[in-house]
């Protein structure tokens, strides 16, 4: 078993209520970080532990809240980004579901180190029941002295509010989550001025996910040293991976990141092996956005080496051989799986949720989901991967915000590692409406690095 | 003694320049001139907000600042990227560029109607200049065009969804001179469409200038609309005594023979506007008498507006007196009066009225 630091307490039954959460050491994070530390140590302590942000992007945690402008007068902000729409990805609203007081809890204390009194929950409008979770928490902990003024006797004030999105993937990009906060339309703002210097009113604000929030309540409660010795380097501390697709047992776990991606896939701790004694044909690990690898390169990198579940490793070589950590969206595809669907499913969502702001996102996801279901659908031309590969290189990097680079990168690694099976359904369209492409050599060793 | 401002010294394209600290790249790229501004469809100077959607103007960054010298990573907007000392700019000379715009223009032009026969707008339209420059002859789009339901925006303004290429200019005109905007953004994505909520006019004093800053077809005229191309139109530069505040009166005026055709808020070289003007004064007075002429416009040389050739044009001196030494030329008609063709012994001058296949079978 490996160390839970999240979901330590999420079996103990009653967990939702404050009395048992408390009863099990709940919001002792608050009464360390409140009565004996100042929020500059807080802010060092959360950089010391490495926490990385849980949100896809993995920017230090720490270093983000110490880039946070605090001029005088102006009050601060902090925003908990729990719009989690990522296609496959569905931590937080576990978390939020089941733990509201971790959430809350690592909220109180994240907003007391960023000065922030007015503090908000933007929660994705499709996650239409944990409002009512949360602002039970919220009123619960309020009732019991750790929210509202003077908190604790140390005269930090605070107030948690819960702000429903309205069903859009894009108010997850977090200027487009401010602005939606301040009820305008959710398109992303043009960066700089960043969120840290200009957010939401134009006030210094700090946009984080739900799980790095929560990841806030461990580092306090077992200091940043112990934090950081879980994991292996840069990964620092515990990651919880939402597993789904053709896997014996989809949910959420939680793993520290020294586990190998082999031994997640196919261990009965985690996902519990392939669903139906299938094999392995390729794997989305980070979520929809992140390039999908084939089972070859997913189990090992290009050097031959066991690929890890942590951001190192599973970045290893690049988007050439490698992929990404991304939010944690861990999605397995069985070899009964056609890659050509399935990216055309992952265009017509990016498709569909793009905010229609900039050119190349707007036109080209629309362009490349079209073209994806010509070649589906049997009437694909073999000038048609060649041109989804020139619309995406187009889009990517060209836009205001990631969304464009998240609708580039799928197309771009399933025309990368999965070319052929495009081939297949051009050459073959009949063929293709009957049957599917198979495991073909995807699950082959690779040939063995040379060295020089 | 008043400081004195640090001036910031950008190159781009290899042309150095000093600008004022909070310059953008393209203005400062403007201030150079030429083919070194890059187009701008969704920037305009007077719009507080706006650019940095359409990803025209994308320049490359070689080297961000005398302090920071790392070139950015990714391309950025001109418009909203401010210039720092000693910055260098790449915007015709890099390759990056130039393909990240064909790639833009490609992206803009793949659900245009291309309507330009039947558009008002062709003549003055930013996208058709745009495809000029950087559109290919061909497209690789294979797909039905982009269509919306029709929006009938009251008597002033045609709206024509499908020409739209979401450059938010016209909204943020409206947010920004009008007291209450009615119009907006309606939906997301590829099928977000500028439109009132539910069907309704435009009606503010104020209004009018949407249809100047749209840089496509998509906000017309309605008074206008069908009437005349644009290239034959001849504008003159006219102001009146607007009785609205906010009006500065200041137009130019459409001719064509005497009539004027239409009045629009005179534009700089960049084709923004210099001032706003009222509704009363773009779509009420149409008479020369509403005016006072103050002269022709300046019209660029390489607007097709120019072709009308009706100001200070340069007529090329008559040679043919020069070459004919002060003879005079006879009347060409005149130089075959044997036809050598068909049958040289055939004297033309001899048969009555035109010449005829018959007259050579005789």
């Known amino acids: 078993m490996s160390i839970k630091l999240l979901l330590e307490k999420a079996n103990v039954p009653g967990i939702i209520s404050y009395e048992v959460y408390r009863r099990e050491g709940g919001y002792a994070s608050v009464e360390k970080a409140l009565r004996n530390m100042t929020p500059d140590q807080v802010t060092d302590e959360v950089k010391k532990s490495g926490l990385r942000g849980r949100g896809g992007a993995g920017f230090p945690t720490g270093l983000k809240w110490s880039f946070l402008a605090k001029p005088d007068g102006v009050p601060r902000h902090l925003v908990c980004n729990a719009d989690e729409s990522e296609p496959g990805t569905f931590k937080d609203r576990y978390l939020m579901e089941f733990l509201p007081h971790l959430l809350i809890e690592g909220l109180i204390v994240s907003s007391f180190a960023l000065g922030s009194h007015h503090t908000y929950i933007y929660i994705r409008g499709e996650y239409a029941w944990i409002p009512d979770i949360l602002e039970k928490a919220i009123a619960e902990a309020k009732e019991n002295g750790w929210l509202g003024k003077n908190i604790l006797g140390t005269g930090f004030d605070c107030e948690i509010y819960v702000h429903r999105g309205a069903g859009a993937y894009i108010c997850g990009e977090e200027t487009a989550l401010i602005e939606s906060l301040e009820g305008k339309r959710g398109n992303p703002r043009i960066k700089p001025p960043f969120p840290a210097i200009k957010g939401v009113w134009d006030r210094p604000t700090v946009v984080n996910n739900v799980e790095s929030l929560a990841a806030v309540v461990p580092i306090i409660n077992y200091g940043a040293e112990a934090y950081a010795k879980i994991g292996i380097g840069k990964s620092t501390g515990t990651k919880l991976i939402s597993a789904c697709g053709n896997i014996n047992k989809p949910g959420v776990y939680e793993i520290d990141m020294t586990i190998s991606v082999e031994d997640f896939i196919y261990s009965d701790e985690y996902c519990g092996g392939i669903a139906h004694g299938k094999k392995l044909k390729a794997c989305i690990p980070g979520g929809s956005s992140v390039p999908i690898l084939p089972a070859n390169l997913l189990l090992k990198t290009a050097k031959g080496e066991k690929r890890l579940m942590n951001y190192e490793s599973l970045a290893d070589g690049g988007f050439a051989t490698g992929s990404s950590m991304g939010s944690g969206g861990f999605i397995v595809l069985d070899e009964d799986q056609c890659v050509v669907k399935h990216t055309m499913t992952l265009s017509r969502f990016y498709r569909h949720e793009s905010c229609g702001q900039c050119s190349p996102c707007r036109e080209g996801t629309g362009w490349m989901e079209k073209i994806l279901k010509n070649i589906e659908y049997g009437k694909g031309k073999m000038s048609d991967i060649d041109l989804l590969w020139d619309i995406q290189r187009r889009i990517e990097g060209n836009t205001i915000c990631p969304l464009g680079d998240a609708a580039a990168w799928p197309v771009a690694a399933a025309i990368r590692h999965f070319r052929d099976e495009f081939e297949w359904h051009i050459r073959y369209p009949e063929e293709a409406q009957q049957r599917n492409f198979g495991l073909a050599h995807y699950a082959d060793p690779l040939p063995a690095p040379q060295s020089a | ?362």
């Not at chain 2, 055709?261 to 960049?270: I, L, P």
């Open chain 2, 1 to 362: 003694m008043a400081e004195e401002k640090k001036l910031l010294k950008v190159t781009i394209d290899n042309i150095t320049i000093e600008v004022e600290p909070g310059t953008s790249i393209l203005q400062a790229a403007r201030r150079i001139g030429g083919d070194v501004a890059p187009p701008a469809m969704c920037y305009y100077t007077k719009l507080k907000g706006s650019g940095g959607k359409c990803r025209t103007c994308l320049v490359e960054v070689a080297a961000g600042s005398v302090a920071d010298p790392r070139p950015m990573p990714k391309l950025v907007a001109s418009c909203r990227t401010n210039v720092m000392d000693g910055m260098v700019v790449k915007n015709i000379t890099s390759e990056k560029v130039i393909d990240a715009r064909n790639g833009v223009v490609e992206f803009l032009l793949i659900n245009h109607p291309l309507d330009c026969p039947i558009c008002d707008q062709a003549g003055e339209c930013h996208l058709q200049d745009l495809s000029y420059e950087h559109g290919k002859e061909g497209t690789r789009y294979e797909f039905p065009r982009r269509t919306f339901e029709k929006h009938d925006l009251g008597p002033y303004i045609q709206l024509h969804m499908t020409r739209c290429i979401m450059c938010f200019r016209c909204v943020y005109a409206a947010d920004q001179l009008t007291e209450k905007r009615q119009h907006g953004i309606l939906d997301r994505g590829d099928h977000a469409e500028i439109a009132t909520y539910i069907q309704q006019s435009l009606e503010h004093d104020f209004i009018g200038n949407v249809i100047d800053v749209c840089p496509v077809g998509a906000l017309t005229d309605k008074t206008f609309r069908f009437k005349n191309r644009v290239w034959f139109l001849k504008p003159v530069q006219a102001h009146r005594d607007c009785t609205h505040p906010k009006c500065c009166g200041k137009v130019t005026l459409w001719y064509r023979g005497e009539e004027v055709f239409r009045v629009t808020a005179r534009k700089d070289q960049w084709g923004e506007v210099e001032d706003w003007i009222c509704n009363e004064c773009r779509f009420e007075k149409k008479k020369t008498a509403d005016w006072e002429i103050e002269g022709p416009t300046v019209v660029n040389r390489h607007s097709v507006i120019s072709q009308g050739h009706y100001v200070g044009v340069h007529k090329p001196k008559e040679v043919l007196y020069d070459v004919l030494d002060g003879l005079k030329p006879r009347l060409f008609m005149d130089i075959h009066s044997v036809s050598e063709v068909n049958e040289p012994g055939r004297d033309l001058s001899r048969i009555e009225g035109p010449a005829h296949s018959t007259d050579f079978k005789e």
